[in-house]
């Protein structure tokens, strides 16, 4: 190894041996979790071979299906409001420069990320427990509602920073090319804009699909999403079907994870 | 229409949600602490300050005129904190060098490694719990391990403890330390390290006196990061922590159930609330110079 | 600055490998150099030619693939950058962000484990130096970038160190002001008396500064002289083009002896040539000859032995730079006087005077 000169100089005794054991801590949970759910053994104390056993039971599961569609649906749901509404005030907070109540605007967006969920959870159940006395209405909207609230600012973020990099001169030229506001949007902001729209999007999905102190306080009966359902599971005995539902979880969010890093680095 | 009115027109769609799903909530909740309980949950209309009072005192049960601190209270307030505080300086000690790690590889490979950290962050926060459960149950990698290879004859109990919790808070969270800390030694000029080394540091004093307070901002951004969701952490010590390993989380949501003293949940999520607003007003102190001259440099 | 003093830098087979196997670059390639004490000893070359890494293996941030360092005789090959008695300045300066400008200066006492008192003594001594005593408290960001650049001097010069190493330390800085601390860092020179090896690209710089300069391409060492012997005695066609302004002619060597030449020019006539060491070339070869521009002598038309076109006038305050074509196709620069009348396109004659012509081993 010729080239150790370079860093050796400023290298800190311990460091890459500290930061790679920590990479090794961050994925051996996970790993265990993958290898096993296709252990033929319903143990962990021995290997029987490779199956999927857990899976096909999992998949068969009627009560699993159900919340992960229910998860799903509610996530592409709130996600896809969250982006909407996220890129709206994005495009009014970027735009135009300062203005009285940015402060105040910021601070309503971040709200979600900065108090406890356990808080916005418990103070969710008491005004919508008041909101279903009054009104009789007990269905999903009151989830789709409180998750489009707490992903709007993990959309916000990516659309945000998309639309601080771009130029807004190339709106203004498009103005000046006679195309009106609405065209000029259309034709150019939303086209450039697009990339940190998916991510906001991405993002806005995974934290739904993730969401579970919320949802554990807002759903009533027969509501339950997948993390609920792991949830109340988790507290008993786990089989290994549990291994088989989390790994295909792990997979979802992985996919997402993916899509919004790629989504992310492409250049305007 | 003018420039304002449109701002404002796209702004009311978020407005209207936050304001009617986040903000208005929490300002109910602090009206609530303020009120008296009702019998079977929720509340009476009627002004009363118990809720806050036996936030940290309670009366004597058969003399209501002697006051005493309510243990019980104090104890789940200073595990939560004790806790926040253990899982935040777990994740200093496993992120700081990880990101530094990642700050100094060379540019094309750093996504990657940032990536592999992001990774286990998006994943399903009961996933990563369970894999957790799986790793220290009694049954569990460790303890089969462990067993397999004659260490111990009998499993060591892991989970169900505030051990438990505090590894599973550290592993949940720790991505969170590692990012902002990256920001921050990324820009951290390499030229500085080699100026620290000329002139005779030692590469612990170059650490020290140079790596340290540049990664500063970071290491306090991290800090805020990883306390305050550990500080008001449900999910964790539900699952990992015993049914006596309680933290203000489980307290708060136990006055909404079984406990049936809404007031009293509203005055402790207040309480949680304040406890993250000293970590933020600690953050926004400890940054402000640094921006200031991030800003200049 | 007396030529008896020992060496204070001595280097010995230096050889620097970057990457491995088939990607491998000698960054520096077998360089033996000796740098004496007091003195200032430039590395001038292009990008790339190695001289900044021969700079870090000085000061330790690099070890060397083979070869040896000595500093005032002491092997400090093995010793890593905070075990040498020598100081960097750095490029861009590299000064502390978070330090003020006088704990940025006492950075190297402190480490060196100098007690407060002592510190504060030597800090404003340091100050008073580079005159900038009012600014102690400042953030480096707060200062210009010349006085970011003696501040960075300051720096490296606190500790005392027996060699201070700058890496093209005013290249960041705009025209005007790097005169300005080109004059400054020769004052701290000799106030200091302390050796410097002084990393650049930029000839003029070299020239300017130093008491000797090693001219460096690809890896080795081209030549090691004054800045005059450069000038006036290039060692080969490289070094001559490098530093200064050089035309180059085809000429024929008809005769050769204590170190004049003889040669036939394109245009026939004969003139005395000055002959470089280590040529081999006889009576006969074919040979390159080198001339600088001011001693190419520019008049009207059949003036001359040679006849030429201007192509290009240049005029540079004082002076006017002339390319020159001469009827063979060969390309010649010249200096003429303050604003003569020629224009691109007019004929001229040219004087090569003897003497003027050196003779460069092929």
Redesign the interface.
Known sequence: ??????S??TRIPGFTAAALLTFVLLYVPIATLVVYSFNAAPSMSRWDGFSLQWYEAALQNRQVREVALRSLWLALAAGTMATLVATLAALATVRGGRFRGRTMIHALINQPLMVPEIVTGVALMVVFSVVRVRTGYDGMAYLVLAHTAFCIPFAYLPVRARLETLDPTLAHAAADLYASRVRAFLHVTLPLLWPGVLAGFMLAFVISLDAVVITEFVKSAGQDTLPTWMLGQLRRVVTPEMNAVATLLLGVSMLAVTAFFLLSRRRG | MTAAQRRWLLLAPAVAILACVAAGPLLVMLVYSFLEPGEFGGVRPAFSLDAWFSVLFARDMFDPEIVEPNIAHLAILWRSVSLALQTTLVCIVLGFPTAWFIATRPRGTRELWLFLVTIPFWTNLLVRTFAIQEVIRNRGLVNTLLMQAGVIDEPIQMLYTDFAVLVGMAYVFLPLMVLPLYAAMERV?R??L?????????RW?MFR??VL??SRPGLVAGSVLVFIPAIGAWVTPRLLGGGRNLMLGNLIELQFGQGRNWPLGAALSMTLLALVLVALLVYLRAVDPDTR?RD?? | MTTDTPATVRVAGLT?????GGH?VRALDNVDLQVKGGEFFTLLGPSGCGKSTLLRLL???????AGTVHIDGRDVTAL???RRP???V???Y?????LSVADNIG??LR??GWSRSDRAARVYEMLALIQLEGLAAR?P??LSGGQQQRVALA??LA?APRVLLLDEPLSALDVKLRREMQDELKRLQRETHVTCVFVTHDQDEALALSDRVAVMREGRICQVDTPAGLYEAPADAAVASFVGDASFLEVELLDTADGQATVRLPGGSVVRAVLAAGGTARGGDRVTAMVRPERVQVGAPGDGALEATVEEARYEGGTTRLRLCLDDGTTLFARAGAAPAWQPGARVGVTLPDGALRVLPA
């Open positions: 190894m010729a080239d150790t000169g370079r050796a100089v | 000029d030229r500085l080699e100026a620290a080394r000329d002139l005779y540091a030692s004093r006196e140079v307070p540049l001259r200049h440099g | 620097r490998v970057f990457g491995d491998a000061a330790g941030l690099e070890r060397p693939t890593g950058p905070d020598v100081n960097t750095f490029q861009q590299a000064l502390f962000p978070h950075f190297g480490m060196l953030r960001d707060a720096r490296a500790p």
